[in-house]
């Protein structure tokens, strides 16, 4: 399982800004991720070990600078918990398998969920959908 690899395993498998946002909770300057003006239709996964987590079907543009989805592909394949750092508090994103820091969510998305899951574009892999 991907979430039993050591932190030198980790570093040898990601680039070392994939480690410092996956492992290290960093985060992506706003406008320059790979995704966050990205419209092909897929599934976005998770960098670190491939989980499927988002749908293109659930993006939508936040005007933030990172790829924003509503809900998740599968909700058991992300979880959260409160990140108090910076002297905030906030809803922390991660890959429910590996363990991988993907962004924040908050509650000022598009209904019917009402969330913006805010994502860093460097979290993700993405696989295109094949056509019929």
């Known amino acids: 399982m991907e979430s039993e690899l050591s932190e030198d395993k980790w570093k040898k ?3 070392k800004e994939q480690y410092r946002v996956l492992r290290e909770k960093g985060t992506e300057p706003a406008f320059r991720g ?3 003006n990205h419209h092909e239709k897929g599934v976005y996964k998770c960098a670190g070990c ?3 987590l988002f749908s ?3 993006k939508f543009d936040s005007g933030t600078g990172w790829p ?3 809900k998740p592909y599968d909700e058991a394949n992300v979880k959260e918990q409160i990140d108090t750092s910076y002297d905030m508090k906030r809803t ?3 890959c429910s398998n590996c363990g991988g820091h993907l962004g924040h969510v908050f509650n000022d998305g598009p209904n019917p969920t009402g969330c913006r899951y805010c994502i860093n574009s460097i979290s993700l892999d993405f ?3 094949i056509k019929d």
Do not use: I
Request: charged letters at 35%.
């Open 92 to 94: 922390e994103v991660l």
């Open 50 to 52: 491939g989980a499927p």
């Open 34 to 36: 790979k995704y966050w």
């Open 127 to 129: 696989q295109s959908k």
């Open 13 to 15: 498998k990601l680039t």
């Open 68 to 70: 924003s989805f509503d």
């Open 56 to 58: 293109s079907e659930e």
